[in-house]
């Protein structure tokens, strides 16, 4: 892994926030870190094709996350729905060089926010999310459902 391009993306992360106006809104947890990432994207017209005009994200993970996101914020602009769908994790996370087995899922969950993102303009309506019980405090998957219900359009994925 490319310690300086990782240290570079976190000590400048491009496009973190949310973006108020966006089209679309995905959201991906991961069960095996319990970690989130979640992407905004916004499109434009360019030529008579729809193509992303800028993406931001919001990380509840780790290092690795918010540096590959930050990353692929700026690898998918300028690229179409389907060209965006085909972008893997690895492609993503390429100016990082291959990362190491532990923090593969780490790419595939910025990979899995962007897809569910991609597919949200498809989504009506935010799906139900089912609460466990808990005792006074929210869980990180409460504030992220209340989040996305004033977002609008909002899929949320847990990976495999
Ligand atoms: Fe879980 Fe990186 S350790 S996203």
Not at 67 to 83: C, D, H, P, Q
Request: proline letters at 6%; glycine letters at 8%.
């Amino acid at each position: 892994m490319n310690e300086e391009t990782l240290q570079s993306a976190l000590s400048n992360p491009q496009n973190l926030g949310e973006m108020p106006d966006a089209d679309a809104v995905g959201t991906v947890g991961s069960p095996d870190c319990g970690d989130m990432v979640r992407m905004w994207l916004k499109y434009k017209e360019k030529d008579g094709k729809k193509v992303i005009d800028k993406a931001s994200f919001q990380s509840f993970g780790c290092q690795t996350a918010i540096a590959v996101a930050s990353l692929a914020t700026e690898l998918i602009r300028g690229k179409t729905k389907e060209e965006a769908l085909q972008m893997s994790a690895a492609e993503l996370s390429a100016p990082l060089g291959a990362l190491p087995p532990m923090k593969i899922h780490c790419g595939q969950m910025v990979e899995g926010a962007l897809k569910a993102a991609l597919e949200a303009d498809s989504v009506t309506a935010p799906a139900p999310v089912s609460t466990p019980v808990n005792f006074g405090s929210p869980t990180l998957m409460d504030s992220l459902a209340a989040a996305g219900k004033s977002a609008g359009k909002i899929k949320i994925v847990l990976q495999e």
